[in-house]
T-cell receptor, first 115, second 111 residues
Framework: DTGVSQDPRHKITKRGQNVTFRCDPI?????LYWYRQTLGQGPEFLTY????????KSRLLSDRFSAERPKGSFSTLEIQRTEQGDSAMYLC?????????????FGAGTRLSVL | QQQVKQSPQSLIVQKGGISIINCAYE??????FPWYQQFPGKGPALLIA?????SEKKEGRFTISFNKSAKQFSLHIMDSQPGDSATYFC??????????FGQGTILTVHP
């Protein structure tokens, strides 16, 4: 068990380009979350999956953002037509099933810089 | 109603001292209150968590105190060490959904 894995760790892109991030959760974790963290702030919820179903999306997730979790395994987060305001750390977390509480294990994140 | 307010923004403590960070929440539906530690360039790591059916939980040097009527909870770090220097986040959520995080506290422990 190597923990939550995110790829890439860093992404630099030009405004207007599309970017895609990948998250591999801990094996057998059925819940997967995406958060965004800007400098000096706590993580902000973006969206969450239980298995392959996307159960909740934040208002922060504009039409330019889309997330998928095919087959309930890894997940991708795509940002289309990136803007400078999208620059942030994108964090993925996963939770095991049938646990008391909501223990979320975070990956190291993907840092996005939009030039 | 979804906010979690955390204080102080930054905290400086001498080695061996007690670090105390406070959080307040508004949503009475929250029933899970974790604390996370984050080092630069890393993702948040779970330190300790509490549910509202207990008023205190201790794990090693870390203790959560919970006041349900005041809708407040706090993290106490006993015998603080330079290695504890990091950013600490409180969070609140329900059993199976998203977490709402506080703004974070930058802790510096001087040797």
């Amino acid at each position: 068990d190597t923990g939550v894995s995110q790829d890439p760790r860093h992404k630099i892109t030009k405004r207007g380009q599309n970017v895609t991030f990948r998250c591999d959760p801990i094996s057998e974790h059925n819940r997967l979350y995406w958060y965004r963290q800007t400098l000096g702030q706590g993580p902000e919820f973006l969206t969450y999956f239980q298995n392959e179903a996307q159960l909740e999306k934040s208002r922060l997730l504009s039409d330019r953002f889309s997330a998928e979790r095919p087959k309930g395994s890894f997940s991708t987060l795509e940002i289309q037509r990136t803007e400078q305001g999208d620059s942030a750390m994108y964090l993925c977390a996963s939770s095991p099933p049938f646990r008391l509480g909501n223990i979320q294990y975070f990956g190291a994140g993907t840092r996005l810089s939009v030039l | 109603q979804q906010q979690v307010k955390q204080s102080p923004q930054s905290l400086i403590v001498q080695k061996g001292g007690i670090s105390i960070i406070n959080c307040a929440y508004e949503n009475t539906a929250f029933d899970y209150f974790p604390w996370y530690q984050q080092f630069p360039g890393k993702g948040p790591a779970l330190l300790i968590a509490i549910r509202p059916d207990v008023s205190e939980k201790k794990e090693g040097r870390f203790t959560i105190s919970f006041n349900k009527s005041a809708k407040q909870f706090s993290l106490h770090i006993m015998d603080s060490q330079p290695g504890d220097s990091a950013t600490y986040f409180c969070a609140a959520g329900t059993s199976y959904g998203k977490l709402t995080f506080g703004q974070g506290t930058i802790l510096t422990v001087h040797p």
